[in-house]
């Protein structure tokens, strides 16, 4: 069965840092996209950062660009999330996904398996 499982989440203060891991499993990891994807208490899943097969290009969210860095390392099925900077509204649950579409993207319909999710609280 394929798994994708998030770790890292919790609570830090504005200003901290954390690192969310996706470990993955029953899948051929670099056949595939990975993505980050977040949702905020009464608002649509967004999408965060995006990485391809390779980990050579990379996507992200305005909100968040020059403070989260998404990277993947193929030789441990697993995809990153750096986040610095954190603000509270970055508080959300984040969600690890995998695509196999061909290009790049951040379109959640495109994304075939999730992770449960993983919650990020950041106070002011």
């Known amino acids: 069965q394929v798994r994708l499982v998030e770790f890292g989440g919790g609570l830090v203060q504005a200003g901290g840092s954390l690192r969310l891991s996706c470990t993955t499993s029953?899948?051929?990891?670099?056949?595939?996209?990975m993505g980050w994807f977040r949702q905020a208490p009464g608002k649509e899943r967004e999408p965060v950062a995006q990485?391809?097969?390779?980990?050579?290009?990379?996507m992200y969210t305005d909100s968040i660009k020059g403070r989260f860095t998404i990277s993947r390392d193929n030789a441990k099925n697993t995809v990153y999330l750096q986040m610095n900077s954190l603000k509270p509204e970055d508080t959300a649950v984040y969600y690890c996904a995998a695509d196999r579409t061909l290009g790049l993207n951040n379109y959640a319909v495109n994304y075939e398996y999730w992770g449960q999710g993983t919650q990020v609280t950041v106070s002011s």
């Open positions: 029953g899948l051929t990891f670099t056949d595939y996209l």
């Open positions: 990485i391809n097969y390779s980990g050579s290009s990379t």
